[in-house]
């Protein structure tokens, strides 16, 4: 069960390291960084778009339990269809958190 916390939230060593209850300044940043290095090794190891929006897709259903409307940003992940769509949903989602 920590396995699945840590991966829905990627700040939690660190912050009980920490021993605080408060996210960084720029986490929304972090995590894309922490996003794009997964997405990146996967298209380098995967063949083709489907499996890795699989690959992802695993991870966004909990990632996207942070997020103020979790069902519409894993909905959005869900019905990208191609690694444009895909990058769009993922900008999207980041920009309902940016705000």
């Known amino acids: 069960?920590?396995?699945?916390?840590?991966?829905?939230?990627?700040?939690?060593?660190?912050?009980?390291?920490?021993?605080?209850?408060?996210y960084p300044e720029n986490r929304w940043e972090i995590f894309r960084e922490f996003h794009d290095t997964i997405y990146q090794e996967y298209d380098a190891f995967l063949q083709g778009p489907t499996p890795i929006k699989m690959k992802m897709q695993g991870f966004w259903e909990y990632w996207s339990q942070t997020f103020p409307n979790p069902q519409k940003a894993f909905k959005a992940i869900k019905k990208a269809n191609n690694p444009r769509a895909y990058n769009q949903a993922v900008n999207d989602n980041l920009k309902t958190v940016n705000k």
Do not use: C, N, V
């Open 1 to 22: 069960m920590l396995g699945r916390g840590l991966i829905a939230d990627p700040f939690l060593p660190s912050m009980i390291k920490a021993d605080t209850e408060i």
